[in-house]
């Protein structure tokens, strides 16, 4: 009992000490003045390593984009530049126990109990499709540091061919490049792709599987970005800082394509559509853009305690689903996360972002956004309301070795024609054993996704700055539209070297 009121006294101790950050009055005379003082505040310096690379020392997710160590690079003769050159070979050794959960872990297409696909567990892969490049340089320019950033991986999709029935699997000894983000940063601005502004990449949690946990907001999109950061807060105390941004759009979206089972194979089906207005992957997309997305995020943070964050998003959707038709409407998401530092071993963070037309900036509600009605004697349109929430707890057990204990879900409000469609059919396969296919009935709007839950535990030895190795468990629930459920389980082994 004891024990129990010690760690509720330094929670809320933590709690207020954070506040009384948010709530202090800047100094305004000078930027030379002393720093604010925060005399309540009693909480026990952390530990050196937990500082090194900012609040989570070990993933290479840092709080400005990427930080560039000049001291790993080379100077390039007869110029102010320097070169740095980085990256992470990574092995991964997974085991599905149950239900076939794809490469990488992709909890919205987790296949429902009752089908054929279901039944492909018990898989062993081994994969080194995460490990990742880097180069980076830094200039000494008259208008200040000049900061580029180059990062690819080896995750792409492995097809060569079209996108549909005539896709060919590459073997997974060739495996293709894809690009991470690119970037150039001077004087607050930047310009290029990294992560969306309207992502907090360190209150989502250290996962060993590439995608992390459902309900993080973690895409990476081509963008405009200012970002201004408080010349009054001495960066040994705490920093904030305000980001703006202009981010490429799409307005993804599911269509209703009729009421009227329509046979394939002899199962009836009523048909929906999941699109983007991306021509590379759906030609038939309907989606336009005439806008950018617009971001925004205010963070907050004392060293030592932790950090909150704010954020906003707004959306301009259009979709042209015929050749009359033009559905206009708009989407606005909202975001707070935070991670606070509980004791010198522990902490806890907590993510939540939600909103109407929110859509893929959910990373598991992908095409999302609006759902649209095509039957001929409706033609409407619905703007849905879609959450993610990722609540956990960090515990260090020695310097070198970690946990991390996540909860994820992602949720969506399906539009009232879509759930109505959907009534009845319960009972609808998902696979169809007459054309001896696995998922050809997927595109039923009985499977379109309500809800994915995802709970990750795991084990993460460091032995030097370099080499990490972990293991972890990953248990996801997917429930579409129809009440089917699938479930997948997932123990993956990782060796990480950095460099």
Same mark, same amino acid.
């Given at each position: 009992?004891?024990?129990?009121?010690?760690?509720?006294?330094?929670?809320?101790?933590?709690?207020?000490?954070?506040?009384?950050?948010?709530?202090?009055?800047?100094?305004?005379?000078?930027?030379? *003045? $002393?720093?604010?003082?925060?005399? &309540?505040?009693?909480?026990? %310096?952390?530990?050196?390593? #937990?500082?090194? +690379?900012? =609040? /989570?020392?070990?993933?290479?997710?840092?709080?400005?984009?990427?930080?560039?160590?000049?001291?790993?690079?080379?100077?390039?003769?007869?110029?102010?530049?320097?070169?740095?050159?980085?990256?992470?070979?990574?092995?991964?050794?997974?085991?599905?126990?149950? *239900? $076939?959960?794809?490469?990488?872990? &992709?909890?919205?297409?987790? %296949?429902?109990?009752?089908? #054929?696909?279901? +039944?492909? =567990? /018990?898989?062993?892969?081994?994969?080194?499709?995460?490990?990742?490049?880097?180069?980076?340089?830094?200039?000494?320019?008259?208008?200040?540091?000049?900061?580029?950033?180059?990062?690819?991986?080896?995750?792409?999709?492995?097809?060569?061919?079209?996108?549909? *029935?005539?896709?060919?699997?590459?073997?997974?000894?060739?495996?293709?490049?894809?690009?991470?983000? #690119?970037?150039?940063?001077? =004087?607050?601005?930047?310009?290029?792709?990294?992560?969306?502004?309207?992502?907090?990449?360190?209150?989502?949690?250290?996962?060993?599987?590439?995608?992390?946990?459902?309900?993080?907001?973690?895409?990476?999109?081509?963008?405009?970005?200012?970002?201004?950061?408080?010349?009054?807060?001495?960066?040994?105390?705490?920093?904030?800082?305000?980001?703006?941004?202009?981010?490429?759009?799409?307005?993804?979206?599911?269509?209703?394509?009729?009421?009227?089972?329509?046979?394939?194979?002899?199962?009836?089906?009523?048909?929906?559509?999941?699109?983007?207005?991306?021509?590379?992957?759906?030609?038939?997309?309907?989606?336009?853009?005439?806008?950018?997305?617009?971001?925004?995020?205010?963070?907050?943070?004392?060293?030592?305690?932790?950090?909150?964050?704010?954020?906003?998003?707004?959306?301009?959707?259009?979709?042209?689903?015929?050749?009359?038709?033009?559905?206009?409407?708009?989407?606005?998401?909202?975001?707070?996360?935070?991670?606070?530092?509980?004791?010198?071993?522990?902490?806890?963070?907590?993510?939540?972002?939600?909103?109407?037309?929110?859509?893929?900036?959910?990373?598991?509600?992908?095409?999302?956004?609006?759902?649209?009605?095509?039957?001929?004697?409706?033609?409407?349109?619905?703007?849905?309301?879609?959450?993610?929430?990722?609540?956990?707890?960090?515990?260090?057990?020695?310097?070198?070795?970690?946990?991390?204990?996540?909860?994820?879900?992602?949720?969506?409000?399906?539009?009232?024609?879509?759930?109505?469609?959907?009534?009845?059919?319960?009972?609808?396969?998902?696979?169809?054993?007459?054309?001896?296919?696995?998922?050809?009935?997927?595109?039923?709007?009985?499977?379109?996704?309500?809800?994915?839950?995802?709970?990750?535990?795991?084990?993460?030895?460091?032995?030097?700055?370099?080499?990490?190795?972990?293991?972890?468990?990953?248990?996801?629930?997917?429930?579409?539209?129809?009440?089917?459920?699938?479930?997948?389980?997932?123990?993956?082994?990782?060796?990480?070297?950095?460099?």
């Amino acid at each position: 009992m004891a024990k129990t009121a010690t760690h509720l006294i330094k929670t809320t101790m933590a709690i207020l000490c954070l506040g009384s950050l948010l709530s202090s009055p800047l100094l305004a005379d000078a930027p030379t *003045a $002393s720093p604010p003082t925060f005399p &309540e505040c009693k909480i026990t %310096p952390q530990p050196e390593h #937990i500082w090194e +690379r900012g =609040n /989570n020392p070990w993933d290479n997710v840092p709080k400005d984009n990427h930080r560039i160590d000049i001291a790993r690079g080379w100077k390039i003769p007869n110029s102010n530049t320097w070169l740095v050159v980085g990256g992470m070979a990574k092995l991964d050794v997974y085991h599905d126990r149950e *239900a $076939s959960s794809a490469d990488p872990f &992709e909890a919205p297409y987790i %296949p429902p109990k009752t089908s #054929i696909a279901s +039944r492909m =567990n /018990n898989n062993t892969k081994l994969l080194v499709r995460q490990s990742n490049f880097n180069i980076a340089t830094i200039s000494e320019t008259r208008i200040g540091e000049l900061k580029n950033f180059l990062e690819v991986d080896f995750a792409a999709n492995n097809y060569f061919g079209n996108f549909a *029935a005539n896709r060919q699997y590459i073997s997974l000894n060739s495996i293709s490049l894809r690009l991470r983000e #690119i970037y150039a940063e001077i =004087n607050g601005f930047l310009f290029g792709q990294t992560a969306t502004t309207f992502s907090d990449r360190e209150a989502n949690g250290y996962t060993l599987i590439h995608n992390g946990p459902s309900g993080n907001s973690q895409l990476r999109l081509p963008m405009v970005r200012y970002t201004w950061y408080n010349p009054f807060l001495v960066p040994e105390n705490g920093s904030s800082r305000i980001m703006v941004a202009a981010e490429a759009a799409t307005t993804d979206y599911t269509q209703l394509d009729s009421t009227t089972p329509v046979s394939i194979g002899g199962i009836s089906i009523i048909q929906t559509s999941q699109l983007e207005n991306d021509i590379r992957i759906l030609p038939k997309s309907r989606g336009v853009s005439p806008l950018p997305n617009f971001t925004a995020q205010a963070r907050f943070e004392k060293k030592g305690l932790g950090h909150v964050a704010f954020r906003a998003l707004a959306r301009y959707l259009e979709i042209r689903p015929d050749k009359v038709t033009t559905v206009k409407d708009f989407g606005w998401g909202l975001g707070f996360s935070t991670r606070l530092f509980v004791t010198n071993y522990d902490s806890i963070f907590f993510n939540y972002s939600g909103g109407n037309g929110i859509g893929h900036y959910i990373f598991d509600l992908p095409a999302q956004s609006i759902a649209y009605n095509a039957t001929p004697t409706a033609k409407t349109h619905s703007v849905q309301f879609g959450q993610g929430i990722i609540l956990g707890f960090e515990h260090y057990w020695t310097e070198h070795l970690r946990t991390n204990v996540i909860a994820g879900l992602s949720q969506v409000n399906n539009a009232r024609f879509l759930r109505v469609a959907a009534r009845g059919r319960q009972n609808v396969p998902y696979d169809n054993d007459r054309l001896d296919a696995i998922g050809v009935n997927q595109s039923d709007v009985a499977f379109v996704n309500h809800r994915i839950q995802h709970g990750i535990i795991n084990l993460l030895y460091k032995p030097t700055a370099e080499l990490e190795m972990g293991v972890e468990y990953n248990h996801a629930r997917r429930t579409t539209l129809n009440g089917q459920h699938g479930i997948a389980k997932r123990i993956q082994l990782s060796f990480i070297y950095r460099f």
